[in-house]
């Protein structure tokens, strides 16, 4: 029997020493290669405007400068809607909606999973059912909706329907149907546990990794959300939307289109990074045996 290696006092796998150099290896090639991307966007931010439309195009900048972003701040305050504005709504919208929809999906997802009421099956079913419509299938019906609710040209038409998204509450079903023991659930309410308290102390911390996933997948699709079919008011539009308006400008606004996509990509990479260590960590320590 090969004989284990250990690392720090702790038994390891039977692998080489060679196969970690080349998993290593192998690894630190993948990564560089998926970070080219956002090198290459950071490296068009502090282009000078007649290196972005240089043939062939080069990767890195030859004469970096600042003064694209200097010039989205000008445009910024130019504008007759305060760019504040823009990002006040990007960032009330993006927080409301991720941590209303991770409330509601994960009450309904326990709901689901452990207790068996009638019909909670039939419910599961359809919920299954409206992951096969995309959103532009029921674009029709959803603007009805939302003029019959008042809500349009209010925040709401942004932060409503983002609560009701049948993905996050389906992956917080299936993960609570594995990750959480019904004898665990049981023991709690032997103990007097109600069903609201045996939620909240007994389940979510056991699926912190499906909820994290949650706020990392919602916050994304929310805070990189650009013009709203619901929304009309320019004082109510997000950031995004901005860019996009930055960007119709022609070409001598590319400059400042660059720095203001740098701007926009590094609080979901932010959001990532802090989330990214504690889902690992989590998916890690969440085996439990009944």
């Not at 299936?174 to 103990?191: C, G, H, K, W, Y």
């Not at 609201?196 to 949650?214: D, F, N, Q, S």
């Not at 959001?271 to 320590?285: C, D, K, R």
Request: glycine share 6%.
């Amino acid at each position: 029997m090969a004989r284990l290696r250990t690392r720090k006092h702790k038994v390891v796998l039977s692998r080489s020493a060679g196969g970690d150099v080349g998993i290593t290896f192998m690894l630190t090639i993948l990564g560089l290669f998926m970070i080219l991307p956002m090198i290459y966007v950071i490296s068009q931010s502090i282009k000078p405007l007649d290196e972005l439309w240089m043939y062939p195009p080069r990767f890195f900048a030859m004469n970096p400068t600042f003064s694209n972003f200097r010039d989205l701040f000008t445009l910024m305050n130019d504008s007759w809607v305060p760019f504040s504005r823009y990002i006040f709504n990007t960032i009330f919208t993006t927080f409301c909606g991720t941590f209303g929809h991770l409330f509601i999906a994960s009450m309904c997802a326990y709901a689901l999973s452990k207790i068996r009421f009638p019909g909670h099956r039939a419910i599961f079913k359809t919920i299954q059912t409206s992951l096969m419509f995309h959103s532009t299938v029921t674009a029709v019906t959803s603007f009805i909706l939302m003029s019959a609710l008042h809500m349009i040209d209010t925040y709401f038409a942004i932060i409503v329907p983002a609560w009701g998204y049948t993905l996050g509450l389906y992956l917080m079903k299936q993960f609570m149907d594995t990750a959480v023991p019904d004898t665990v659930l049981e023991s709690a309410r032997l103990d007097g546990a109600g069903e609201l308290r045996t939620y909240w102390v007994i389940a979510m911390p056991m699926v912190k990794p499906a909820w994290l996933t949650l706020i990392i997948e919602c916050f994304r699709t929310l805070w990189n959300a650009g013009a709203s079919t619901y929304i009309y008011s320019e004082q109510l539009k997000s950031f995004n939307y901005a860019i996009g308006q930055i960007t119709a400008g022609g070409i001598k606004r590319q400059g400042a289109s660059a720095a203001a996509t740098v701007l926009m990509m590094l609080v979901p990479i932010t959001v990532f990074v802090i989330t990214q260590s504690n889902i690992i960590e989590t998916m890690g320590a969440s085996g439990m045996k009944d």
